[in-house]
Structure formats: C-alpha cells, structure tokens
Nanobody, 128 residues
C-alpha cells in the first residue's frame, strides 16, 4: 500500500523560509508525477509545484515561481519543497500528492483528479 507522509511546515514571519518533505512509501517504481497542493480556508485546493518522478520536469504555480523550489531524492523516495520569501497569502494547508499512473504535464498538472494519492496535510502559517 502506497502512502505519502509529509513533514515540515510550521509558522514563520513574512519573508522567512520553510521546507516541506514528502516520503512515498511502498511506491516501487515511482514513475509518475508528485508534488504539492495547498488549500487556504474558504478556498479551493490549488496546485503549487510538481515534479516528474522519473525525470526532472517541474511545474510551478505563477505566484510561487522564483520563491519555491521543488526537488526530489529518488534514493529516499522523497520530494521536497523549499519555500523562501514567504508571504501571508502562502498561508494554507499543504498537501503532498502523487499521480502514480501518469507523468506530469503542463496541460493537466493542476487537475486534482489526476492525483490518486494524497498526504494528510501540513500547515504553513505566514504572519505579517
């Protein structure tokens, strides 16, 4: 059974940095698309950044480009999200997601129904 386990997150002041990690346990070939979504109170869950687990293509939501970096360590089955220059509007529950059946694509990486695995979420709070 494949599981996604997130860690990291927390509270920080605006301009600060945080890191998130997501370990995919039980996913043997890890050929797919994996990354991060977030959901703020009263808002839809939105894609933040994803990476091809079998390659290196990455996709970012426009508002985080230049501030967030997604990376992976295949030996550890782990995807990371480094977040810098955080803004209060980055405050949200961050969810790790994995699409085990399809590679990332600019056409559909933001579509939540493409992802068949989700983590439990980790809170990121940025104060002004």
């Amino acid at each position: 059974q494949v599981q996604l386990v997130e860690s990291g997150g927390g509270s920080v002041q605006a301009g600060g940095s945080l890191s998130l990690s997501c370990v995919a346990s039980g996913w043997s070939d890890r050929s797919g698309c994996m990354g991060w979504f977030r959901q703020a109170p009263g808002k839809e869950r939105e894609g933040v950044a994803v990476i091809d687990t079998g390659g290196s293509r990455t996709y970012y939501e426009d508002s985080v480009k230049g501030r967030f970096t997604i990376s992976q360590d295949n030996a550890k089955n782990t995807v990371y999200l480094q977040m810098h220059s955080l803004l209060p509007e980055d405050t949200a529950m961050y969810y790790c997601a994995a699409a085990t059946w399809v590679m990332c694509s600019s056409t559909y990486w933001r579509e939540k129904n493409k992802y068949d695995l989700w983590g439990q979420g980790t809170q990121v709070t940025v104060s002004s």
